[in-house]
């Protein structure tokens, strides 16, 4: 026996082998981050092609004379049972490229396909029993069905198929009717058309890929054609963005839950809504037990920033190729391979819906009381003060994989997967947040203290020009009397008397519906005694 055939256990290594030499010998170059993909240079070095190589099936994308001389030559050398392309299913996945280049990405017939384990009204009525071993068998088969979807084209099952994997050594009837439900929605979601969108980033996106670390170094593209009023354009880089999040003793035998996504982007994510494409995401158990939330949050962040590390070797490879070099660092003599050159080239940034975390990251001089936090933060502390990556605090009410750490509706994901927007920064949403609305009223008190200490524009003197009955108000604390904070700041500044007309017609009556009164007074003055102070 000389050659490779099929019941060999060496066999599959022997074809891989074979691909892998005349796939070499078309051009393609092996990719050091993804074994068995593959990469054409064209002869100027850009990226011609892509291939993908599983077991005998294969996937590939480029264009150009390079391209297709290579293609040629592996149909030279393989007999190929047949090539589709714009519509065509691959490895259970149903791809479909639009005259546009836009790639779409579902599994509507497989999820259709899939059955429903019948529980019988007996049972159903003892949702505490345990399962019998059918029983047992079925809520396996089904969680493992269910797995691939939630994998690859549905994240927002992630979370359910993880818990209901993590209860299999307890599962209950009621697990399994849980189990159908699970189903039940992603069947809901193939009906609804939801699936995987790659499409254009934008025109104002640039493919060079070239980190920005100070904004002010960015790029602008030239403006088409000549003329007055044309109004250059930033052209924002290629990078990458991560969202984490974690719960805390949510799971079987007080385990914890860590989610996270991973997002191919402009560098226009970071300070705005931008459009994404989604490549990545996970939620599972924490393999260690947890102390705090803090603690949770920053195991979540770790694995996020590894998954968005390695993805960004992956991206430069596929950008210029695997040309580091072995070095010996001059003190020790230790050999390295220098790949952080190539994170480098990449933007990065981490989103998190934990401030604590976010301010551990960010202060210099922040250290938690439970010291392996810090440990586990260690790299994204590193990355933030010498590779220029960033890092975002988004409220929770936005926050991505929230639905991938615990059982809620997946409302945040499901809009998001509609157009696949999405915003590292919502400074209208912060200002209105609890912690935002504390500082602004800290601050109104530090500004009405210095108004009360000043005799000239003191509140006081201000009131004590107004048209106000004093047998009404002298029991009672002026400075809680917001629906007269109005003319005081009318009297104090007569000039600005339209503008601060405009605060009680605009912001006050906005917010009177949803705070009330008295709040909306409240959050308008303390506005007010921080504009003018």
């Given at each position: 026996?000389?050659k490779?055939?099929?019941?060999?256990?060496?066999?599959?290594r022997?074809?891989?082998?074979?691909?892998?030499?005349?796939?070499?010998q078309?051009?393609?170059q092996e990719?050091q981050t993804a074994k068995?993909?593959?990469?054409?240079?064209n002869?100027d070095?850009s990226?011609?092609a892509?291939?993908c190589l599983?077991?005998?099936d294969?996937?590939?994308?480029?264009?150009?004379p390079?391209?297709e001389?290579?293609?040629?030559?592996?149909?030279g050398k393989?007999?190929?049972g047949?090539?589709?392309?714009?519509?065509?299913?691959f490895?259970?996945?149903?791809v479909v490229?639009r005259k546009?280049?836009?790639?779409?990405l579902?599994?509507?017939?497989?999820i259709?396909?899939?059955?429903?384990?019948h529980?019988?009204?007996e049972?159903r009525?003892?949702?505490?029993?345990?399962l019998?071993?059918?029983?047992?068998?079925d809520?396996?088969?089904?969680?493992?069905?269910l797995a691939?979807?939630?994998r690859?084209?549905m994240?927002?099952?992630?979370?359910n198929v993880?818990d209901?994997?993590?209860?299999?050594?307890?599962?209950?009837?009621?697990d399994?009717?849980?189990?159908n439900n699970?189903l039940?929605?992603a069947?809901?979601?193939?009906?609804?058309?939801?699936?995987?969108?790659?499409?254009?980033?934008g025109e104002?996106?640039?493919m060079?890929?070239?980190h920005a670390?100070?904004?002010?170094d960015s790029?602008?593209s030239?403006?088409?054609?000549?003329?007055k009023?044309?109004?250059q354009?930033?052209?924002?880089?290629?990078?990458?963005?991560?969202v984490?999040?974690?719960?805390?003793m949510?799971?079987?035998?007080?385990?914890?839950q860590?989610?996270?996504?991973?997002?191919?982007?402009?560098?226009?994510l970071?300070e705005?809504?931008?459009?994404?494409?989604?490549i990545?995401w996970?939620?599972?158990k924490?393999?260690?037990?947890?102390?705090?939330?803090?603690?949770?949050?920053?195991a979540s962040?770790?694995?996020?920033?590894?998954?968005?590390t390695?993805?960004?070797?992956m991206l430069?490879?596929i950008?210029?190729?695997?040309n580091?070099k072995?070095?010996?660092?001059?003190?020790?003599?230790?050999?390295?391979?220098?790949?952080?050159?190539?994170?480098?080239?990449?933007p990065?940034?981490?989103?998190?819906d934990?401030?604590?975390l976010y301010?551990?990251?960010?202060?210099?001089?922040?250290?938690?009381?439970e010291?392996?936090?810090?440990?586990?933060?260690?790299?994204?502390r590193e990355?933030?003060?010498e590779m220029g990556d960033?890092?975002?605090?988004?409220?929770?009410?936005?926050m991505?994989?929230?639905c991938?750490?615990?059982?809620?509706?997946?409302?945040?994901?499901?809009?998001?997967?509609?157009n696949y927007?999405?915003a590292?920064?919502?400074?209208?949403?912060?200002?209105?947040?609890?912690?935002?609305?504390?500082?602004?009223?800290?601050?109104?008190r530090?500004?009405k203290s210095?108004l009360k200490?000043?005799?000239?524009?003191?509140?006081?003197?201000?009131?004590?020009?107004?048209n106000?009955?004093?047998?009404?108000y002298?029991d009672?604390?002026?400075?809680?009397?917001?629906?007269?904070?109005f003319?005081?700041?009318?009297k104090?500044?007569?000039?600005e008397e339209?503008?601060?007309?405009?605060?009680?017609?605009?912001?006050?009556?906005?917010l009177?519906v949803d705070?009330?009164?008295?709040?909306?007074?409240q959050?308008?003055v303390d506005?007010?005694?921080?504009?003018?102070a």
């Amino acid at each position: 026996m000389i050659k490779g055939t099929y019941g060999l256990r060496e066999a599959p290594r022997l074809w891989y082998l074979k691909a892998r030499e005349v796939i070499h010998q078309a051009g393609f170059q092996e990719m050091q981050t993804a074994k068995a993909c593959f990469v054409l240079r064209n002869k100027d070095g850009s990226n011609g092609a892509l291939l993908c190589l599983h077991v005998d099936d294969a996937c590939y994308a480029g264009e150009g004379p390079e391209f297709e001389k290579a293609m040629n030559y592996i149909r030279g050398k393989f007999t190929l049972g047949k090539e589709e392309k714009d519509d065509f299913d691959f490895l259970g996945r149903h791809v479909v490229q639009r005259k546009d280049f836009t790639v779409e990405l579902d599994q509507w017939a497989y999820i259709k396909a899939l059955e429903r384990v019948h529980v019988s009204k007996e049972r159903r009525s003892n949702p505490k029993s345990p399962l019998t071993p059918k029983e047992l068998h079925d809520y396996r088969s089904l969680v493992g069905q269910l797995a691939w979807p939630a994998r690859d084209t549905m994240p927002q099952l992630a979370y359910n198929v993880s818990d209901l994997q993590q209860k299999v050594s307890e599962a209950t009837i009621g697990d399994l009717i849980h189990a159908n439900n699970v189903l039940n929605g992603a069947k809901r979601n193939a009906q609804m058309k939801q699936k995987l969108i790659f499409g254009d980033l934008g025109e104002d996106f640039g493919m060079h890929v070239h980190h920005a670390y100070n904004p002010s170094d960015s790029k602008k593209s030239k403006p088409k054609g000549k003329g007055k009023g044309r109004v250059q354009t930033k052209l924002y880089d290629l990078g990458l963005a991560a969202v984490h999040d974690a719960s805390f003793m949510g799971q079987p035998r007080e385990g914890s839950q860590q989610a996270y996504a991973l997002m191919l982007c402009s560098t226009k994510l970071f300070e705005g809504k931008s459009k994404t494409h989604l490549i990545d995401w996970s939620s599972g158990k924490i393999h260690r037990k947890m102390r705090s939330t803090l603690a949770a949050e920053a195991a979540s962040a770790a694995r996020a920033f590894d998954r968005g590390t390695y993805a960004r070797v992956m991206l430069h490879e596929i950008e210029h190729g695997w040309n580091q070099k072995w070095d010996r660092m001059a003190n020790t003599g230790e050999v390295r391979y220098d790949w952080t050159k190539m994170c480098k080239d990449i933007p990065f940034c981490l989103g998190t819906d934990c401030k604590s975390l976010y301010d551990v990251c960010t202060k210099g001089g922040s250290m938690p009381e439970e010291r392996r936090v810090a440990l586990d933060l260690l790299d994204v502390r590193e990355s933030i003060d010498e590779m220029g990556d960033q890092i975002r605090w988004i409220p929770t009410d936005h926050m991505l994989v929230d639905c991938m750490t615990k059982n809620m509706p997946p409302d945040v994901m499901l809009e998001y997967l509609k157009n696949y927007q999405y915003a590292f920064k919502y400074d209208d949403v912060i200002k209105h947040t609890k912690r935002e609305i504390a500082k602004t009223r800290k601050a109104a008190r530090e500004a009405k203290s210095a108004l009360k200490n000043n005799v000239d524009t003191s509140l006081e003197d201000a009131f004590s020009k107004l048209n106000i009955d004093d047998a009404y108000y002298q029991d009672i604390n002026w400075i809680d009397h917001y629906d007269v904070y109005f003319s005081a700041f009318a009297k104090m500044y007569p000039q600005e008397e339209t503008r601060i007309i405009h605060y009680y017609d605009g912001d006050y009556q906005k917010l009177k519906v949803d705070h009330g009164y008295r709040n909306a007074y409240q959050l308008v003055v303390d506005k007010l005694c921080v504009d003018f102070a």
